[in-house]
């Protein structure tokens, strides 16, 4: 079982950055690959990025390539997420997961956090 709880959203500007993180509980941490992804209002949950059990490879989608990078540090449990050069629609409630293999689908991800809000103002 890993429990995970997220944190670093709030309000910015666009153009401006902030760094979420995800710190999990659970010995096997290392063991999950992890993933980000957000929902807004009225939309669905979709993938924002996902990284190896080993930080050995990450995947983006299109919207966010570049600007976003995933990281991760299993001595602390924890993975990241850098977000930079925000832009309003990049506001929604970002949400970590992990999953055995890395994928980009939400059902594919056994663990999720409660999910903090990003709001990136015009």
């Known amino acids: 079982q890993v429990q995970l709880v997220e944190s670093g959203g709030g309000l910015v500007q666009a153009g401006g950055s902030l760094r979420l993180s995800c710190a999990a509980s659970?010995?096997?941490?290392?063991?999950?690959?992890m993933g980000w992804f957000r929902q807004a209002p009225g939309k669905e949950r979709e993938f924002v990025a996902a990284i190896t059990w080993n930080g050995g490879s990450t995947n983006y989608a299109d919207s966010v390539k570049g600007r976003f990078t995933i990281s991760r540090d299993n001595a602390k449990n924890t993975v990241y997420l850098q977000m930079n050069s925000l832009k309003p629609e990049d506001t929604a409630v970002y949400y970590c997961a992990a999953a055995r293999v890395m994928r980009t689908s939400k059902d594919e991800y056994d663990y999720w956090g409660q999910g903090t809000q990003v709001t990136v103002s015009p």
């Open positions: 659970g010995r096997t941490f290392s063991m999950y690959a």
